[in-house]
């Protein structure tokens, strides 16, 4: 059978957040890159289909990538996305414009100049739309300009529980089109996403398993499923990964017991989570070659220990059947690095409108 998807690739992939989004919208991802051999790995066990590139971006081509997929040399690309890591201009810590890491702004626009698909999605921190930062942006998308290539303005800031997820998660989207597409639209609010108790409530019993404090996979019945849960456990079939449980002093338990919802324990910094809100942004920390910091991690709502990383992906919108890295330090990076997948579902519908609109009016002329 013929695949008529359009045709994507992802230039910064991670664990795979956007892509699954993509995927789930309709897209055909044929390449990943990311140069992070635990992030390759941990995509391309979720994405088995997808060519994956572990390298370093700034020594890749367009032809490299092309030949990795496999692509015929008239074949063309219908999106190219990716969130170029910028700590240097995130509003957690110290902004950095001097990160070196901010010039991979300019290389995903080099590679988008390179590879010519019909449109093109840039997601970044919400700190690139502060003044300092902006203009590195501006410059970075001025080469496409001196181009084929529009963006559509103004450049928003997308909130992802405006779009399904039970998590406050402000991030940029700059959305792209080649001189003669049609026009991509940012996806229009939808309503609070579910509650932190929505998300994981039906996870709660597994800290019986004492077990899960040295193993990874859950095997057996979970509680009752909210409508949010029920989607996310789908294809599951009562094996859960990513469920090894923090193993924590009685002083640390003493400590979370007296937190009180909605506040942060004052040694540890970390916040407890409100079950009947949504959650504060779930943090990455720090890559190995920033000094491996570990993030703030959430306080359960009910329980005194820190979420697993499943009770992290829940809150993220990952279905229970995507997998990451076994090692909670890695699969905890992996939760919060990723686009979650429902808002990066809303913005890759947008674009796939705009791409069929522009299919059809061009077989009506």
């Not at 995509?43 to 032809?63: E, M």
């Not at 039906?202 to 996979?217: G, P």
């Not at 007296?258 to 040694?267: Q, Y």
Request: some cysteine.
């Amino acid at each position: 059978m013929l695949d008529d998807r359009p045709l994507a690739i992802d230039l910064f992939c991670g664990a795979g957040g956007l892509s699954l989004g993509f995927v789930q919208a309709g897209f055909n991802i044929i390449a990943a890159i990311d140069s992070d051999p635990l992030n390759a790995a941990t995509y391309g066990q979720n994405f088995p289909s997808t060519t994956v590139i572990c390298d370093d971006i700034f020594r890749l081509t367009a032809r490299d990538i092309r030949e990795a997929a496999q692509l015929d040399e008239g074949q063309h690309i219908d999106v190219v996305f990716g969130g170029p890591p910028c700590q240097g201009f995130s509003t957690i810590g110290k902004r950095d414009i001097a990160d070196p890491r901010n010039r991979l702004l300019a290389e995903f626009c080099r590679l988008v100049q390179e590879l010519s698909p019909r449109l093109f999605v840039m997601e970044n921190v919400a700190g690139l739309m502060y003044r300092e930062s902006r203009c590195i942006l501006e410059q970075s998308l001025g080469r496409l300009e001196e181009g084929s290539y529009k963006w559509v303005t103004p450049v928003r800031i997308l909130d992802a529980q405006d779009y399904g997820v039970p998590q406050r998660r402000r991030r940029v989207f700059v959305l792209g089109f080649k001189k003669g597409e049609q026009q991509p639209l940012y996806p229009a609010p939808r309503r609070t996403g579910p509650t932190v108790w929505e998300a994981i409530s039906d996870l709660s019993h597994i800290a019986r398993r004492r077990n899960l404090l040295a193993a990874d996979v859950f095997v057996g019945s979970l509680g009752s499923p909210s409508a949010y849960a029920k989607k996310l456990r789908a294809r599951s079939k009562g094996r859960v990964s990513g469920c090894r449980l923090c193993c924590h002093d009685s002083t640390v338990v003493d400590r979370f017991r007296k937190t009180a919802p909605g506040e942060t324990e004052a040694v540890s910094r970390f916040a407890r989570l409100d079950k009947r809100k949504v959650a504060p942004t779930i943090r990455a920390g720090t890559p190995r070659s920033h000094g491996s910091f570990t993030a703030a991690r959430p306080i359960h709502p009910t329980q005194p220990r820190c979420i697993t990383v499943r009770e992290a992906a829940r809150l993220q919108s990952f279905p229970d059947w995507f997998t990451f890295h076994p090692t909670q330090w890695h699969g905890f990076q992996q939760v919060g690095n990723a686009v979650p997948p429902y808002l990066a579902h809303a913005v890759a519908r947008g674009v796939l409108r705009a791409l069929r609109t522009h299919t059809k009016r061009e077989g009506e002329a």
